[in-house]
């Protein structure tokens, strides 16, 4: 077996590195701190790069070591620092570490929680400072017990926090528009159909929600004002999701009575960040996956994933590309992307709290393996819907059962319009979206959306217009995405009767922004306008 080398450009932890070291036909060098000009030079050595978060691995350093360069291993969930499409392109395996630092980060958020309940930073510096008697006066806290939570995203994190509280006591409620019904009775939460009726009814809230368009400064001065007095809040997990301008008024008029923040708009905050030195705000810097056995989790996790997949092949938590041989995924490659972009899009037009989720396969398709093809669906579903990042072909399925999502597959007999036809199904007992693809040619189509017939190019932004059937609103649309510079790339109309309600998908060549959205509801007889990313 020719020897192959094992680049590690990020601190990983040493059990991992031994692990590598150890595999018959590995050679390991742990060079650090190297810039995109030095990776370029390696990397053509390289069967396999892990980093961390430190070191970027760029198009330019993947595309000097194709032909050599196998995988990229990230110690940790986010890939931000690795381009993807440029390892899919030459054919370089990329993975991490999805459950690494769950139990790290949940524990850190919760620690929060406590050290604002009982006012532990102020009271430390009161005995430091020789202020023993005043700290005991001014440091009276709080109980979690019988004191309400609410968990914003229950996700792995999520529940770890909720398992934890309920040990303390506390009534828990979460929301997470992806979370079935059946699955929070399991976790003994009680489901909430909005933030709203989450956060009004808390003593303490917790986010746990990836940043999205939606879910940007979700905690902002109207849920603030919506909140009981004296909340306390927490945020682990990504900066922006609460609005800090509002925090900081809800803090100096007593509404909130405390915050703890590990994650920052800006990060680090800068030297005149109002919440610095605020006795009733407790910072960290980033610390969520920083513990030993975080660490430790990650550095072995990733070790053993790279030694698999150089040795014998297998390929684990792999973010670009399923494991199969080249001849298979000839055949169904082009199945692959079309499902994913299908789950994608159905994440986007799902009901809320869906717990079924149905691909039908009609035609040709339905005559070849479609394992992979319905992970792939289902892939994109979890990766808008959850928002976690870590999702892959051979996780999926676990992710989903986590989140109480049922996944069929089935093949109809009835004939089909189509000689090929994907369909998604996602939904609940009151109500459930359906979006189907095909392929002209060789060309891949959205050609049902809601129920409806349509025809789209499954890529980039589509605008969803619900719209009353009546002249004038192809004129109104078309002039307000022209004041607002946004082009049109193609347009598809369908209606369920003459006069009756009209959908339009609508292919740009650039996202809209909220404003928008928000002049397109305005004219008369749209009902609903909304923009999904494939």
Do not use: W
């Not at 405390?258 to 920052?264: E, I, P, R």
């Not at 994933?305 to 684990?316: E, F, K, P, Q, S």
């Not at 499954?458 to 082009?487: K, Q």
Request: with cysteine.
């Amino acid at each position: 077996m020719a020897t192959q080398k094992v680049l590690v450009a990020d601190p990983i932890a040493e059990k991992g590195i031994e692990e590598l070291r150890a595999a018959p036909g590995l050679e390991v060098d742990v060079k650090l701190g190297l810039g995109e000009a030095e990776l370029i030079d390696l990397a053509p050595s390289y069967a396999a790069i892990i980093v961390r978060s430190g070191v970027k691995i760029t198009a330019p350093v993947i595309e000097a070591g194709a032909g050599t360069l196998r995988a990229i291993g990230r110690a940790g969930v986010g890939v931000d620092n690795i381009d993807i499409p440029a390892a899919t392109r030459h054919g370089v395996v990329v993975m991490n570490t999805p459950g690494g630092n769950t139990i790290s980060t949940a524990e850190h958020a919760f620690t929060l929680m406590m050290s604002l309940a009982r006012h532990i930073p102020r009271a430390h510096r009161s005995v430091v400072e020789g202020r023993f008697k005043e700290g005991r006066k001014g440091c009276q806290g709080v109980e979690l017990y019988n004191k309400t939570l609410a968990i914003l995203g229950m996700g792995r994190i999520g529940g770890e926090f909720a398992r934890r509280a309920m040990a303390f006591g506390m009534r828990v409620v979460a929301y997470d528009p992806f979370l079935s019904e059946s699955r929070a009775k399991m976790l003994r939460v009680e489901l909430c159909e909005t933030v709203d009726e989450a956060v009004a009814q808390a003593d303490f809230i917790t986010l746990h929600m990836p940043k999205t368009a939606e879910t940007t400064h979700m905690i902002d001065a109207k849920r603030i004002a919506l909140m009981k007095p004296g909340v306390r809040i927490v945020n682990c997990a990504r900066g922006g999701l609460i609005d800090e301008a509002a925090l900081l008024d809800g803090l100096e008029s007593g509404q909130v009575a405390g915050a703890a923040l590990d994650v920052y708009e800006v990060e680090p905050p800068p030297a005149d960040f109002p919440l610095l030195g605020r006795d009733d705000v407790v910072l960290t810097p980033h610390l969520g996956a920083s513990t030993e056995e975080a660490q430790e989790n990650v550095g072995i996790e990733i070790a053993r994933a790279i030694r698999d997949t150089l040795i014998d092949g297998t390929v684990v938590n792999a973010v670009n590309m399923p494991n199969i041989d080249q001849k298979t995924l000839a055949e169904i490659g082009p199945y692959l992307r079309l499902a994913e972009v299908l789950g994608r899009l159905a994440a986007q037009v799902a009901p809320k709290q869906p717990d079924v989720f149905r691909i039908n396969y009609t035609g040709k398709v339905s005559e070849v393996d479609t394992t992979l093809i319905t992970r792939s669906a289902l892939k994109g579903f979890l990766e808008v819907s959850s928002g976690e990042g870590g999702v892959n072909y051979l996780n999926a399925l676990g992710m989903a059962e986590d989140r109480g999502l049922r996944m069929t597959e089935s093949r109809p007999v009835d004939p089909s319009e189509f000689t090929d036809l994907i369909e998604v199904i996602v939904g609940n007992e009151e109500e459930s979206a359906a979006v189907a693809g095909t392929f002209f040619g060789s060309q891949p189509r959205i050609v049902k959306l809601r129920n409806r017939f349509v025809e789209a190019s499954p890529e980039g932004t589509l605008l969803l217009l619900e719209n009353s059937d009546e002249p004038g609103i192809v004129g109104a649309v078309g002039r307000i995405l022209g004041d607002h510079g946004v082009n049109i790339a193609s347009m598809s109309l369908s209606r369920n009767q003459v006069g009756g309600r009209a959908l339009s998908v609508i292919n740009l060549d650039s996202a809209p922004g909220p404003e928008v959205l928000t002049d397109l509801e305005k004219v008369k007889g749209i009902h609903e306008a909304r923009a999904v990313v494939l």
